[in-house]
């Protein structure tokens, strides 16, 4: 029996509500991305005009220039500087991360459950609360104002081992453990060659909330760094922006820096997306 117009109106009305609800949320986070991509191709007096979004004024290929320009091309080198504590950082830290959940789900060893308390009680630890006691100690180990006292604190996430324990828990059975442990194959070699390829999509999903928050990091590096050459890109904008009010040079290169700075985020996810739906029984058997 065909549904009346009259019992198809709620229903109608509800799809369209959701709708206009979700278009509102696209709306809110892609104008300031609209104005960001605007901002960063006008010259440094449209900035502060009231026609910000006309389409005039344009000088994207000079704002790059004098953005690499700037101090002697120092946004390169925070950008190289971002590029090794993000990408390098989190994806030797998702290995870590995997692994540990892995071993947290698969294995039984002395008091687990209260050592993985422990890691779930550093997800409720803020990142601030955790800077000057990191500081304190790479101020004894003689890592201050070195890329290391950077690079190291980021490879520790329980957030991650939290996410590679349910990924592990979902994605790989012991049955499948146990096959490959009656085929003759080791404990190592049973992760890396199955284990590991099971885990595929758990670790393309620890890798981008590792690289967000690493390439997004301000506080670390601002109590640990004082070497403008080891600065990543959150810090030496925030740098630049702090000059912006005596010198008004400033304001284009630092948004022009703004809108190159989310590109690698932005490709990431676009890249990445396709491993959270395919592959989730990779290395499986029948």
């Known amino acids: 029996m065909s549904s009346t117009p009259a019992a198809m109106r709620p229903r109608l009305l509800g799809r369209g509500a959701v709708n206009a609800l979700v278009a509102l949320f696209v709306l809110y986070t892609l104008l300031p991305v609209l104005w960001l991509l605007l ?10 005009s009231s026609n910000l979004l ?6 994207p290929v000079r704002n790059l220039s004098e953005l690499f320009a700037m101090d002697g091309g120092l946004y390169g080198r925070w950008y190289v500087n971002s590029l090794l504590y993000a990408v390098v950082g989190a994806f030797i830290g998702s290995l870590l991360s995997v692994a540990c959940g892995y071993a947290f789900d698969k ?32 101020s004894q180990t003689g890592l201050v104002n070195t890329f290391w006292s950077v690079f190291i604190p980021v490879l520790f996430n329980p957030f991650g081992v939290y ?9 790989v059975p012991d049955e499948v453990l146990e096959a490959s442990r009656m085929d003759g194959a080791g404990e190592l070699q049973t992760y890396l060659r199955v284990s590991l390829r099971m885990l ?18 301000f506080f670390l590096p601002m109590v640990m760094l004082s070497d403008q050459e080891l600065y990543p890109v959150s810090l030496g904008l925030y740098a630049w922006n702090s ?21 690698p985020l932005i490709a990431a996810f676009v890249l990445l997306q396709r491993y959270w739906r395919s592959g989730l029984t990779a290395g499986s058997v029948k």
Not at 112 to 137: D, N, R, S
């Open 107 to 138: 294995y039984r060893f002395a008091h687990k459950e209260k050592l993985f308390a422990l890691v779930l009680a550093g997800v409720m630890v803020p990142p601030t609360v955790l800077a000057l006691p990191l500081y304190l100690m790479a």
């Open 200 to 217: 595929g999509p758990g670790f393309v999903t620890v890798f981008l909330f590792q690289l967000t928050a690493i390439w997004n990091n």
């Open 163 to 171: 996410l590679g324990r349910i990924f592990s828990r979902g994605y």
């Open 243 to 263: 000059n912006a009010s005596v010198s008004p040079e400033y304001y284009p290169v630092v948004v022009t820096g703004s809108l190159l700075a989310i590109l």
């Open 54 to 59: 006309s389409l005039g004024d344009f000088s």
């Open 39 to 48: 901002a960063a191709a006008k010259e440094r007096d449209a900035l502060f």
